[in-house]
């Protein structure tokens, strides 16, 4: 289905139409010619007559008299020659005759009826004498004729006349018209121009506007490259500033590392002197230890005086009871072992605690009250310790902690020369009652139980 | 996928050029290898190679070899034969000799020799006869190939350099004036109708407008020489003679400068393929009058004023309608920017070209 603008196409297509066959008929086209130059066969009228060809005047008639004879539109010269010939008085049937008898209407053959007597006698009429006086009897015979043709021209010219006046009226209503809209574009025209004056006076405000507005960047501009020149020198201030504080940063990486230079140095110094006591330490350990066993190995009661001590801790707790010992010795801890005991020591000196160790015996190194401090409330049953031991007095609060209640305490080797006074009064101002000494066998110890 | 473009004489002056070297550069945009072959070429049209080794380019069976075929080349049919890959069979249209007779014998035997490798191609069984429109295809379906193995698609072209281009503002100037400008475009070639549109254009100045000029934009073909003659003499015979104004090889900033001055564009064409002044003209916002013959009713669509007849009072009065009608003019001219923008773009073109090319995926 055509759409709206297709119908529309579609009438002005046949209103094209009726205008193109309008103008077919007002403005005909000549035939074409062959191409090489060959001329087509004209297509003439075949057949006319002195009157249809005669019905036309002036350049029509002469146009008409080549179409239909010649089959032609008249050629420049050829319709000068013609229209010169009418102005001079020559009829129309001797121009007839003329186009049809030439050369080209011969071999076109239109039959024109009456032509050639009529032709003939045109041409008598030319002749000198003879010629006046046939044209004087040809006018005498064509009289009425001539009479009637007067009276039928009188007519139409009055006909013409007519229309030449009414056609002259349209032309004037026509030019008033025309003078009116000529006032009307004048009057345009006028406002045209009182519109482009407008513009051109705003042009001129934008002109000016955009002079003030380039003042003003020009202004902008300068200030801101004041600004850009201020920003410059900040920025080589800071570049100044900087490179300053990199020359200090340089220097205090000069200074560090010197520094860990010389911690590195203090630090190899420190550890030489650790190593150094260490060996110093180890050297008195192994003495200590080589005269602590050396004593024991002389003392030859002393494995009967570990066996009664053994047998009084057995009197106070119970089989399998833990036992901790501090600094009575590897052979007492060996003899509570044998007894059964969960039993375990605190050795300060390394050479005597590797001498332990190294008999199956569960002996810890390092100092008493420290490694006593670590073991929980109430954990043994019996704790023995020697009364020589360096740090006595703070081994008894801890012994008082670590005793389970009712357990025992034994102190051996109670001796008069003794740093550290062990007597009944201080073991009962510590927690303990009951004491009990045994002095036998080369030895004291004094038991105690924990209340 | 191996593509071989083939054409016998390439040139960046004629559509079958440019339609070729656009499509090489659209099927390689796709992401396919390209290589252009070419026995001839003329201009500026970068790298080519020489047709006989297009069988060591398209050498597997899924490769595709397409041929633009405008007029006789004896070597098509034996490279095509050789090929062992797919083909397409790329029709721009042949002239039918008739046109020529009486102007050229050598453009007769041309056309003859082109016209008689249609059944052979057509016989060879390619997979795609491709015609610029469906007019064109009409002489393969005539041969025999099957509907199915054919389908359009419309001349690569370049209208868009030409609407981008920078108008020559002298030639503006040369013909801006009150007058009705009525504008051809096309090679002075006995089918493009020349007679009929000076006649067409006399009988408008007769009638219309006293002052009209024809621009007429086309090269003369020194070996239609008769035919130019014709033309020449023809409008003499009218007496349009200083009415008559003939550019050639104009830049595209003069064509385009001609298409803005004119009133209109009149294609009396009797024979075409595809007449790529049309879509110039609708793409520069020029009204079209024309002869409906040939491929110029499926290019113009309804974006023209056509009519079956070559009536040269109709085309006078069509023209001078447009020149008077300001809805009409701006009814044609939207009819073919809308056109353009659907079937003639780069746009929609590669469009269609990516269909036609997943036919062979």
């Given amino acids: ?451 | 996928m191996n593509v071989g473009i083939l054409v016998p004489v390439l040139s960046d002056k004629d559509a079958v050029g440019t339609d070729a070297l656009e499509m090489a550069a659209a099927i390689e945009r796709l992401g396919h290898r390209v290589r252009v072959f070419a026995q001839t070429t003329i201009g500026r049209v970068g790298k080519t190679s020489k047709p006989a080794s297009i069988t060591e380019f398209a050498t597997a069976p899924d490769d595709l070899v397409i041929y633009h075929f405008s007029y006789g080349w004896p070597h098509a049919l034996p490279l095509l034969r050789a090929l062992k890959c797919r083909r397409i069979v790329r029709y721009h249209n042949i002239t039918p000799p008739k046109f020529f007779e009486g102007y050229s014998p050598e453009y007769v035997a041309a056309c003859e020799s082109g016209r008689a490798e249609i059944a052979p191609l057509a016989e060879l069984g390619c997979e795609l006869y491709l015609g610029a429109s469906a007019f064109n295809l009409e002489d393969f379906l005539d041969a025999g190939v099957d509907p199915a193995q054919t389908a359009v698609l419309p001349p690569f072209n370049r209208v868009d350099r030409l609407v981008h281009a920078q108008a020559d503002l002298a030639l503006i100037d040369r013909f801006r004036s009150g007058a009705s400008t009525w504008l051809s475009v096309g090679r002075l070639a006995p089918n493009k109708g020349h007679l009929d549109l000076v006649d067409a254009f006399a009988a408008y100045k007769r009638i219309h407008d006293a002052h009209a000029r024809l621009v007429v934009v086309g090269r003369a073909d020194p070996r239609l020489s008769s035919y130019t003659g014709a033309i020449h003499a023809r409008i003499d015979q009218l007496g349009i003679a200083d009415a008559v104004h003939f550019l050639s090889d104009v830049s595209d900033g003069e064509l385009k400068s001609a298409y803005l001055v004119a009133d209109a564009l009149v294609s009396l064409s009797e024979h075409e393929g595809f007449c790529v002044p049309l879509a110039e003209a609708m793409a520069l916002g020029t009204p079209v009058v024309g002869y409906a013959a040939g491929a110029v009713a499926s290019t113009a669509g309804n974006a023209a004023l056509l009519w079956d007849e070559s009536d040269p009072y109709l085309f006078a009065a069509s023209v001078a309608r447009i020149r008077d009608d300001a809805s009409l003019r701006q009814l044609l001219r939207e009819r073919g920017l809308a056109r353009i923008e659907d079937s003639f773009s780069m746009e929609a073109l590669v469009r269609t070209l990516a269909e036609v090319m997943e036919r062979f995926a």
Avoid at chain 1, 47 to 59: D, K, N, V
Avoid at chain 1, 244 to 249: H, M, Q, W
Avoid at chain 1, 381 to 393: N, V
Wanted: charged letters at 30%; hydrophobic letters at 45%.
């Fill in chain 1, 1 to 451: 289905m055509n759409s709206e603008s297709d119908d529309h196409l579609d009438r002005i297509k046949s209103e094209i139409r009726a205008d193109a066959d309008a103008s077919r008929r007002r403005a005909p086209l000549p035939e074409r010619m062959m191409h090489g130059g060959a001329v087509d066969a004209p297509q003439v009228a075949r057949g006319s007559s002195i009157a249809e060809l005669a019905r036309h005047a002036g350049p029509a008639f002469v146009d008409n008299a080549y179409r239909t004879i010649l089959g032609r539109e008249p050629d420049a010269e050829g319709f000068a020659r013609q229209m010169a010939a009418l102005g001079a008085g020559t009829g129309k049937i001797e121009i007839i005759g003329d186009l049809r008898y030439s050369e080209e209407g011969r071999r076109n053959g239109v039959p024109i009826a009456g032509l050639r007597p009529r032709y003939l006698l045109a041409k008598l009429g030319r002749l000198p004498v003879l010629g006046a006086i046939v044209q004087w009897l040809v006018a005498f015979v064509s009289l009425p004729h001539l009479l009637r043709h007067q009276r039928a021209t009188e007519a139409s010219l009055a006909v013409r006349f007519g229309e030449t006046a009414r056609a002259m009226q349209a032309v004037e209503q026509r030019a008033a018209d025309v003078e009116r809209r000529a006032a009307d574009v004048e009057q345009r025209a006028a406002d045209i121009e009182q519109r482009v004056a407008h513009i051109e006076q705003r042009v001129d405000e934008a002109e000016q506007r955009d002079a003030d507005l380039r003042s003003d960047l020009v202004g902008a501009v300068g200030e801101l490259s004041d600004r850009l020149t201020r920003a410059e020198i900040a920025a080589h201030e800071l570049r100044v500033y900087i490179e300053g504080l990199n020359a200090n940063v340089s220097e205090l990486r000069q200074l560090t590392l010197t520094m860990n230079h010389w911690t590195v140095q203090v630090r190899h110094s420190i550890d030489a002197i650790e190593t150094a006591e260490a060996e110093r330490r180890s050297r008195s350990d192994d003495a200590a230890a080589t005269a602590i066993l050396a004593s024991r190995a002389s003392d030859t009661q002393r494995a009967q005086r570990l066996a009664a001590w053994g047998e009084e801790i057995a009197a106070r707790i119970p089989r399998s009871a833990a036992v901790i010992d501090i600094g009575v010795g590897s052979d007492w801890l060996a003899t509570l072992a044998a007894r059964g005991f969960d039993a375990s020591a605190i050795e300060t000196n390394s050479a005597l605690h590797r001498e332990a160790r190294e008999r199956g015996l569960d002996v810890t190194l390092g100092t008493a009250s420290t490694l006593l401090a670590r073991s929980a409330d109430a954990s043994f049953d019996a704790l023995t310790i020697a009364a020589t031991s360096d740090e006595f007095a703070v081994l008894l609060t801890e012994a008082q902690r670590v005793l389970k209640r009712g357990g025992c305490l034994m102190v051996a080797d109670v001796k008069s020369e003794t740093p550290q006074p062990v007597t009944p009064d201080v073991l009962e101002a510590g927690g303990f009652r009951d004491p009990k000494r045994l002095d036998a066998l080369g030895g004291r110890a004094l038991f105690v139980t924990r209340t």
